[in-house]
């Protein structure tokens, strides 16, 4: 004869082991997102309860969009230039349809790191480094309360480093400027190479036919390592992603840039990336959409819900 308090005992073992098979391997699916719930189970007075503690994202789909200049006017038309009215109406969009900006940091730290990341993130980018981004874009991304990514040219900030000139039609950043947005906390700014931005010798940062590797790696860390120096000295961090100059890059690259110790790039290929915890891989060629002028923010971020 069984005592009702063994029964009781009995029962809560059984329960006990129940809840730990099922917490094994519970993955709920919702939108391309898995979640995973860590069950806790508290046995009290013969009693179970379970609680689901937290939830954790193991992948998302990260969309980011690539600007360059923001002006209010422009001379002849290019899918590199948009007006501010335009990047405030994203702004919005993007707000409203529940996306947050993240930096890439945050990015690298929920694949490397089992980071945090918003439901919804984002990464809205900005190539180039126009002085324009800081003259227009940074105070719509004070009034949102938004955040960006620049990536800059070493050697067009250093040009207008040493002859300032406040144009937002051709001018750069300085690297006063930068240290301004960096502090800001509004900015996270990358390494768009310090003198590759140019067809002149090669396409960007791509490896010259008959170069041999050696050459192209002892060229390519140079340039990219220079920008890297030059930006931990300014903002007192080191740069942690690389934007290829026009999305060019060749077989040997992404080796050089991990030796650099960059741990995600961005490319020019359209489209919306997934990442995955613990996949340092899927960082790099980091898929994004170009953001023209000419088409309404709600015609532009239709991907947002075709990708879905
Ligand atoms: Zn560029």
């Known amino acids: 004869m069984i005592s009702k308090r063994r029964k009781a005992q009995l029962l809560a073992v059984c329960a006990v082991l129940l809840s730990s098979v099922f917490s094994l391997g519970i993955n709920v699916f919702v939108d391309k997102t898995a979640y995973s719930f860590n069950e806790s189970v508290r046995s009290d007075a013969g009693s179970v309860q379970t609680v689901v503690s937290k939830h954790e994202i193991k992948e998302t789909e990260l969309p980011i969009i690539m600007y360059h200049s923001i002006l209010k006017s422009q001379k002849k038309k290019t899918p590199y230039v948009i007006p501010p009215e335009l990047l405030e109406e994203d702004l919005k969009y993007i707000k409203h349809a529940g996306y947050t900006p993240v930096f890439m940091k945050d990015v690298i730290n929920f694949v490397l790191n089992n980071g945090d990341l918003p439901e919804n993130p984002i990464v809205l980018t900005f190539d180039d480094g126009y002085y324009n981004n800081l003259h227009y874009a940074d105070p719509l991304l004070e009034k949102y309360d938004m955040k960006a990514v620049l990536s800059i040219v070493g050697e067009m900030t250093e040009e207008f480093s040493y002859d300032p000139d406040r144009n937002p039609n051709y001018s750069h950043v300085t690297w006063d400027d930068i240290f301004t947005m960096h502090m800001s906390g509004r900015w996270e700014i ?27 790696e002892d060229f390519l860390m140079a340039d990219l390592c220079h920008l890297q120096d030059k930006l931990a000295y300014v903002t007192g961090v080191t740069p942690n992603t690389f934007t290829y100059p026009f999305g060019a890059f060749s077989e040997n690259t992404d080796k050089v840039l991990k030796k650099i110790g960059f741990k995600a790039t961005l490319s020019c290929t359209e489209g919306v990336s997934t990442i995955k915890k613990g996949d340092p891989e899927c960082l790099y060629k980091l898929k994004r959409h170009l953001r023209p002028p000419g088409k309404s923010s709600e015609e532009f971020f239709k991907f947002l819900i075709q990708d879905k």
Request: charge should be negative; proline fraction near 0%.
């Open 190 to 216: 990358q390494n768009h190479s310090y003198s590759c931005h140019t067809y002149e010798k090669r396409n960007g940062v791509s490896q010259m036919e008959k170069e041999s590797y050696d050459d192209y």
